[in-house]
């Protein structure tokens, strides 16, 4: 397996470097934004780069998927001692890491900047949870989109597919915001786009 | 351990609505090189892939290593060497890489027959495998499936792209293989010298059907190629059964009979022919005969 994944991370090692690049630029903007004085700043602009993570991490997802597709990746993997779900396994557990390495070190960071800066209410406390958590699951839900989009042989549907359905994603959270409702949507919303992509890749012609 | 590493059993194929494979059925015995002839799309590398678990049947059942093609576990996997027809190696990646991966990825690696089949093919380590020729790359694929030990080998036409002295180390090491204890090779090719040379069983694919599968010395005591010269013109009947092919011109008849036997012979002899010689018939000769359009192929033994 881990063979698998060290594949996976070299193979599209921009689109893991890149969200961990952007997450660690946020990180810093969010800080001097503190430092400096104007908080209020910081909400916008995270608003502003969360979508642009979510977009990269649906990118993620489609490269990998059709980069299989176009080198024929898993009809060679599939001729050694790898099974077609350890394949995918290996793929989905590069991609959590990736959303992860990317989430969490502006997660940890707002917690930080808010514990330092803002007065210690309960009321933040949860928010941050839900917030983050919500994050996460997005984040997750984007690559998702972007593992089932990415199974396509059409380069068009690849672009203009990922779009509608990252924006679904953005606009759900546009709307109902962070919070349980939207966490559990997510979830099954993931769940979904799992199983469809397991089903896919597993009865898929090679 | 099971008797038949490869059994197939009613095998159907649709692809797109046509009919690649047809009712296919074969065993192939442990330690047996099974070469799989046919003409090009005649199904015979989606039945290969079929085997391998990379295409789903529509209809009927393979069995690999004892179990069921489309269940493979990676332990078994681990015990199939595949050579695929236009060699699927990973293009983008260099030599080395791509060896490691497959080294990570393998239950045995033997590094010592790896090391010499790069030393006798003289591969690069350094270069891209897209940066190889087809030759080269052909003989990677060969180096990295046999390098595992596989209990068996499936070969879908390993020689293409190869030049003659790469195809004859080809063979040598395929019987190579063939010697280590229990090891079976199935494989495709359009060179029947090749497959003449090695394999001990043959099938014949034709339109989706096989229509010859046979020990290699069986399908040739079976198929006779007769001349046969007659007193006057050569009858438009001769009331053999089994003909796979006939041409007359004036007195003499060329005829290809399965079957052949002394109930044919006294029939053939009912026409008094002035002659009737035996013309030798090559593994070549008998895949011509049997893939013709018109060619009934070999049936089973009948009576007459």
Not at chain 2, 275 to 300: G, H, K, Q
């Amino acid at each position: 397996m881990l063979t698998l994944i060290r594949r996976e991370i070299r193979d599209n090692l921009i689109y893991v470097l890149a969200p961990c690049v952007v997450s660690i630029l946020t990180v810093g903007i969010l800080v001097s934004v503190f430092l400096s004085g104007i908080r209020a700043a910081a909400i916008p602009f995270a608003g502003l780069m969360l979508p642009v993570l979510f977009l990269g991490f649906g990118a993620l997802g489609s490269a990998q998927m059709y980069g299989d597709r176009t080198n024929r990746i898993s009809p060679l993997l599939s001729t050694l001692a790898v099974t077609r779900d350890r394949i995918l396994a290996a793929r989905v557990l590069t991609g959590v890491l990736a959303v992860l390495a990317a989430l969490v070190p502006v997660i940890v960071a707002s917690v930080i900047l808010l514990q330092t800066f803002l007065p210690p209410f309960e009321f933040y406390r949860r928010m941050v949870v839900e917030v983050s958590v919500t994050a996460i699951l997005a984040g997750l839900a984007c690559y998702c989109v972007g593992l089932l989009v990415g199974g396509t042989t059409s380069r068009a549907w690849l672009l203009v597919g990922n779009l509608p359905l990252l924006a679904l994603c953005a606009s759900l959270l546009l709307v109902k915001g962070f919070g349980p409702d939207v966490m559990l949507i997510l979830v099954v919303l993931i769940g979904a786009l799992l199983v469809r992509t397991w089903l896919r890749f597993t009865t898929a012609s090679l | 351990m099971n008797d038949s590493p490869i059994v197939v059993e009613n095998l159907v194929k649709y692809y797109e609505g046509r009919c690649v494979l047809d009712g296919v059925s074969f065993t192939v015995p442990r330690g047996c090189i099974y070469g799989l002839l046919g003409r090009n799309g005649c199904g015979k590398t989606t039945m290969i892939r079929i085997l391998l678990g990379l295409e789903p049947p529509t209809r009927g059942r393979t069995v690999v290593l004892g179990q069921d093609s489309t269940q493979l576990s990676a332990n078994t996997h681990g015990r199939i060497g595949y050579v695929a027809e236009g060699h699927n190696l990973i293009q983008s990646y260099k030599v080395r890489r791509l060896v490691g991966l497959c080294k990570g990825l393998s239950l045995q690696w033997n590094e010592e027959f790896f090391g010499h089949l790069l030393e006798t093919f003289r591969l690069p380590m350094d270069r891209k495998v897209k940066d190889l020729s087809a030759g080269m790359r052909a003989e990677l694929n060969l180096a990295l499936a046999m390098a595992i030990d596989p209990e068996l080998l499936i070969l879908d036409d390993p020689t293409l792209g190869l030049d003659t002295v790469a195809r004859r180390q080809f063979l040598e090491l395929a019987i190579d293989v063939i010697q280590r204890q229990g090891r079976t090779i199935l494989f495709s090719s359009h060179i029947l010298a090749d497959v003449e040379r090695i394999a001990d069983r043959i099938g014949v694919i034709v339109a989706g059907k096989l229509v010859v599968d046979c020990s290699l010395d069986e399908l040739k005591s079976r198929i006779k190629k007769l001349r046969v010269i007659f007193p006057g013109p050569a009858p438009d009947d001769l009331y053999v059964t089994d003909i796979v092919n006939q041409q007359k011109q004036g007195r003499e008849m060329v005829l290809t009979v399965a079957n052949w036997n002394p109930q044919k012979q006294a029939i053939l002899e009912t026409f008094h022919p002035e002659s009737c010689t035996e013309l030798p018939m090559s593994l070549e000769d008998i895949f011509i005969e049997c893939t013709r359009p018109a060619s009934a192929a070999v049936p089973p033994e009948s009576e007459v």
